[in-house]
């Protein structure tokens, strides 16, 4: 079944303590990205990746990190958590022909991660 | 900062009304457009795309798009409970899928 993989779907942390949000995707699909969902703001998009060892910021970027070692693979780091981290977390993919100027646009979500930080 | 607005709502319809959802864009250049859709507690889902000035139908769902006014609308026709959802309106900017804050839509039966 062609899925994008989010873990964990729901963490509870303190300030501070680093984390990994894990994502992985079986599509073989070269484009990746984050995006964190808040009430009233909308998906906005944290990094994304358009193929392995390149990534670029989103428009909110700051206080994560990510990494493009494998095609599948693209997890976000949160070095050091804060409480206005607290939101949900989505990944997604797609084909660079999807999201290419003229392309469907149609990216594969996971299912959300919900982060806390305390 | 290119910008994607969209009223949050919620708005609320009767059963078997027209829904219409709007969303305004501000980067001129822009190409590429989309609606999203995402039911409460899951991730959003593609419904519809538009690139040229104009409607394009698909089924119930009707996506205009006015590059000069830059907006793009989303009508639903015959809307039914089942379409009580967010909807999430995208701007392809190179790459980059920018998205307005979403429209709640409520269904009245």
């Known amino acids: 079944e062609a899925q994008v993989t989010q873990n964990p779907r729901y963490l509870i942390t303190v300030t501070g303590k680093k984390l990994t949000v894990t994502c992985s995707q079986n599509?073989?699909?070269?484009?990746m990205s984050w995006y964190r969902q808040d009430p009233g703001l909308g998906l906005r998009q944290i990094y994304y990746?358009?193929?392995?060892?390149?990534?670029d910021k989103g428009d909110v970027p700051e206080g994560y990190k990510v990494s493009r070692k494998e095609k599948r693979n693209f997890p976000l780091i949160l070095e050091s958590p804060s409480p206005n981290q607290t939101s949900l977390y989505f990944c997604?993919?797609?084909?660079?022909?999807?999201?290419?100027?003229?392309?469907?646009?149609?990216?594969?979500f996971g299912e959300g991660s919900r982060l806390t930080v305390l | 900062q290119k910008e994607v607005e969209q009223n949050s709502g919620p708005l609320s319809v009767p059963e078997g009304a027209i829904a219409s959802l709007n969303c305004t864009y501000s980067d001129r250049g822009s190409q590429s457009f989309f609606w999203y859709r995402q039911y409460s507690g899951k991730s959003p889902e593609l419904i519809m795309f538009?690139?040229?000035?104009g409607d394009k139908e698909d089924g119930r769902f009707t996506a205009q798009l006015n590059k000069a006014s830059q907006y793009v609308s989303l009508l639903i026709r015959d809307s039914q409970p089942s379409d009580s959802a967010t909807y999430l309106c995208?701007?392809?900017?190179?790459?980059?899928?920018?998205f307005g804050q979403g429209t709640e839509l409520s269904v009245k039966p």
């Open positions: 995208a701007v392809n900017e190179g790459g980059k899928l920018i």
């Open positions: 997604a993919s797609s084909s660079r022909v999807r999201v290419g100027i003229r392309g469907t646009g149609e990216l594969f």
């Open positions: 538009i690139y040229s000035n």
């Open positions: 990746s358009m193929n392995v060892e390149v990534t």
């Open positions: 599509m073989n699909h070269e484009y």
